[in-house]
């Protein structure tokens, strides 16, 4: 009876299986499987194929009188097909004539055929092949589990090991258990892995090194070192992959210390590294700490022939590069003569991006003038460290032209660099263009819009990566939750919340940005609730607590968590220094403040920029000018939030030319002016009575600044046309104003009417004030202008209306 006929519609066209078929007869020609290459003469064909498949079309085209076709010379040839460069069509037609010669279930032939389109990445067809050839062999299992496992398909390995286990009479064998192993480590599937390994010990107690390599490696990528080295040093044999699977565990665990240790171990038993071993010991060695060591394995390689792999030579210089010794890096660069590897050349130039962008450049423009293209990981680091949109479009440019726009790890970058330096269209563009997203796209796109203030956009492209089949995981949880921000993101903010819980059951490992979310939402009550119910407190979740006190206004809650912090033992860091400045300004104790400054100087904290901008505003507020001064001198590249705290000290203690002064410099430092520093301005104008200087500065808000005046804005014109007595330029200008003035103007002018005694003008804005919302200083700055013109019965009839005002008790810093 003849086999069943394959059910391959992806792998045989339907007029090549009717060719096949067509006639049984003894004269009839059999397809020649040449017909699948390219229309040269036949011995020109035959000179590119290797010699199994050569050997084989030639054997097949005399006929099959001149040679017998055994399964080997098929199983053969389709393994040849696998490395060699030969079409898929052709081993598709080799199949066929397998089929055709009633080979197709033969195990040797079937496992062939599994093995070489899985590695083609056509794995259902490869699947369609096993479930047509010998389910009976353990051969054709084995080849269809490593397919799986080749393809990312960790669950449907472990599946089909379960199937062949439970449900055919084949036994597993050391291939088998290396197979299901890896897809447990694939996969992290700790407990199926255990389970294997006990099958392994009933089955084979002395199962060969192949296998307990297997299960080193399954223990170590499910994160148990421990079980992991406990098998190693069970082994009787180690041969170098032994060796080499437990070094690349501690260098994943980031275990530097013990993967050296291991490694001298391994010399001194007598096992000779290779290449694998080199690269995953010196990516242990990739730290500052850690040169010394780097050097010793560098060493170890020169008396091998290590050193003439490029590889490795990547390894070094990315290693060295890492580590911060680039001139160790260059030299290694150097050694390798004329270089014409562009991974090494690539592998040297990200090295130097990350210390040197100027010379990374340069390298480029050299490398290029060779005739060489970088690499996506060159590309990719150079993005990472260009700050400069200029010098990002040419490269930009430079990756439409090498063919590297669509690769995920470029695309994810270049759509970053826009973002840091400010340009979210042509990032968001970048990201749109990108045919193919993984997480890191998703979550950098995200965090590009929530560091420049755009939360809707930054859900609405988190909402499409959940669309898209994406998990949010807790790095891209951490943007979203920063781009809920203030009180109109409190429902957000939840939402992500218990998004967070649904999916992971818990968030501890993001409790401290959910801190964060609810203090800057307001909602303070939620943020010391998780606070209180997070267990194991570190240094992160106390400083996110602090800040949202701090921020909220909860200056003696703040103090509190401080000194407990300080008690246990915490170090403090820059965002806990910076906060309790702060809270020191605003409750006027700059003693404690000079504290934490003698602290920050000692630990090397003051150069951070929120430590030193809190000095100044510390110092600004307190009326220590000096001081404050002192301090803005020494930050390098103050923003303008520092700026604003020394021009807003300068004119609240009266030295309002000195403010301008500043302003000046703030502007011929090319740092652009936000609302709050122009109020500061404004008011320094009011108090030194430069009436022409301030609306200078008024006027050019819109037109040179581009900032929009506000309600504060046109309150300080009104105070400063009123401190200087123009009280009917004031009035004009407040029914000038494009929008309505609030009772805070009207507030405004009215004082300066009681200033200069300006009766008429006074009454005129006490109906005005009638008409909103009556508050305590009102009233009492009514009653004096009506004392001061002698209008008692006014005064009296003001006190009468007082009666039903609740007024607001006075407070001292004192």
């Not at 339907?14 to 040449?34: E, G, Q």
């Not at 447990?184 to 090194?209: F, K, N, Q, S, T």
């Not at 600044?705 to 046109?714: A, I, K, N, Q």
Request: include cysteine.
């Amino acid at each position: 009876m003849p086999p069943p006929r394959p059910r391959l519609p992806a792998l045989v066209p339907p007029a090549t299986a009717r060719s096949l078929c067509a006639s049984s007869a003894p004269a009839a020609r059999a397809h020649h499987p040449l017909d699948g290459m390219p229309r040269r003469g036949a011995v020109d064909r035959l000179a590119h194929l290797p010699f199994a498949l050569a050997d084989f079309v030639r054997a097949r085209a005399a006929g099959p009188e001149a040679s017998a076709h055994c399964r080997f010379s098929y199983g053969n040839s389709l393994a040849a097909c696998s490395t060699s460069t030969a079409p898929l069509a052709f081993a598709e037609q080799l199949y066929c004539a397998a089929w055709k010669d009633g080979l197709s279930r033969d195990a040797y032939v079937c496992s062939a055929v599994v093995d070489l389109l899985s590695k083609q990445g056509r794995l259902q067809d490869a699947l369609r092949a096993f479930e047509d050839g010998n389910r009976g062999s353990v051969v054709c299992w084995n080849a269809a589990i490593s397919g799986a496992v080749r393809n990312g398909e960790h669950a449907l390995g472990v599946k089909m090991f379960r199937d062949m286990v439970t449900g055919s009479s084949c036994e597993p064998n050391s291939f088998t258990y290396s197979g299901a192993l890896s897809a447990c480590a694939a996969g992290a599937e700790l407990g199926i892995g255990r389970a294997v390994h006990g099958m392994v010990l009933r089955r084979d107690p002395e199962y060969d090194v192949f296998v307990g390599t297997s299960i080193i490696n399954m223990y170590m990528k499910c994160g148990e070192m421990g079980a992991a080295m406990n098998e190693f040093w069970r082994m009787p044999i180690r041969n170098v992959v032994s060796w080499t699977t437990a070094i690349a565990g501690f260098v994943q665990e980031e275990d530097a210390a013990s993967a050296m240790l291991l490694l001298r171990e391994m010399v001194w038993s007598g096992v000779a590294i290779n290449k694998y071993t080199a690269t995953s010991i010196l990516l242990a060695c990739a730290q500052m700490c850690m040169i010394r060591e780097a050097n010793q394995v560098h060493g170890m390689i020169m008396k091998t022939e290590l050193y003439l792999d490029h590889v490795v030579k990547e390894a070094l210089i990315s290693t060295y590069a890492s580590a911060g010794a680039i001139h160790l890096c260059e030299k290694v660069f150097q050694e390798v003569g004329t270089v014409s590897n562009r991974s090494i050349w690539s592998a040297f130039i990200s090295g130097v991006s990350s210390h040197n962008l100027q010379r990374s450049i340069l390298l480029l423009k050299r490398m290029l003038c060779q005739g060489l293209k970088p690499n996506d990981k060159c590309y990719a680091s150079l993005f990472s460290f260009v700050d400069s949109i200029e010098i990002g479009k040419q490269l930009h440019s430079l990756v439409i032209k090498d063919g590297f726009v669509q690769a995920v790890l470029v695309g994810s970058a270049l759509s970053t660099m826009y973002s840091r330096c400010n340009d979210l269209k042509d990032s968001y563009k970048v990201f749109e263009e990108m045919q193919e997203r993984d997480q890191v796209s998703w979550t950098s796109m995200v965090a590009g819009f929530a560091t420049h203030g755009h939360s809707l956009e930054a859900f609405q492209v988190f909402r499409n990566m959940i669309v898209d089949g994406f998990t949010p995981d807790d790095v891209s949880l951490r943007p979203i939750l920063s781009a809920c921000n203030k009180p109109e993101c409190l429902l957000k903010g939840r939402e992500v919340h218990a998004h967070a819980l649904r999916v992971f059951g818990g968030t501890k490992s993001i409790n401290h940005c959910l801190v964060s979310m609810y203090s800057k939402c307001q909602d303070v009550e939620s943020a010391r609730r998780i606070f209180n119910a997070t267990q194991c407190k570190d240094q992160v979740m106390l400083s996110s607590m602090i800040s949202g006190y701090a921020i909220n206004g909860y200056s003696e809650e703040a103090i509190s968590l401080f000194q407990l912090m300080l008690t246990t033992g915490f170090q403090i860091d820059r965002f806990v220094c910076s906060s309790i400045i702060s809270i020191c300004a605003d409750m006027a104790r700059p003693f404690y403040g000079k504290l934490l400054h003698g602290y920050a100087a000692k630990v090397g904290i003051l150069s951070d920029l929120s430590v030193s901008s809190s000095l100044v505003k510390l110092y600004s507020k307190s009326g220590i000018l000096d001081d404050s001064r002192k301090v803005f001198d020494e930050i390098s590249a103050p923003d303008v939030v520092t700026w604003t705290s020394i021009i807003d000290g300068y004119a609240q203690h009266g030295s309002s030319q000195d403010a301008l002064v500043m302003f000046d410099l703030m502007i011929r430092c090319g740092v652009k002016p936000d609302p709050v520093v122009l109020v500061s301005v404004l008011s320094a104008c009011g108090r030194n009575g430069l009436v022409e200087e301030g609306l200078k500065h008024f006027n050019s808000m819109r037109t040179v600044y581009g900032v929009e005046p506000m309600l504060h804005h046109y309150c300080c014109m009104v105070d400063l046309l009123g401190r200087s007595g123009r009280l009917a330029e004031a009035k004009s200008f407040i029914e000038s104003m494009p929008v309505k003035p609030d009772l805070m103007v009207w507030s405004t002018l009215l004082a300066a009417c009681r200033v200069h005694d300006d009766a008429v003008l006074g009454r005129f804005v006490e109906n005005k004030i009638r008409e909103e919302n009556y508050d305590s200083g009102c009233f009492a700055t009514l009653s004096n202008i009506r004392a001061n013109s002698g209008d008692w019965e006014g005064v009296m009839e003001i006190r009468k209306s007082v009666k039903d005002v609740k007024k607001e008790p006075g407070w001292s810093m004192l």
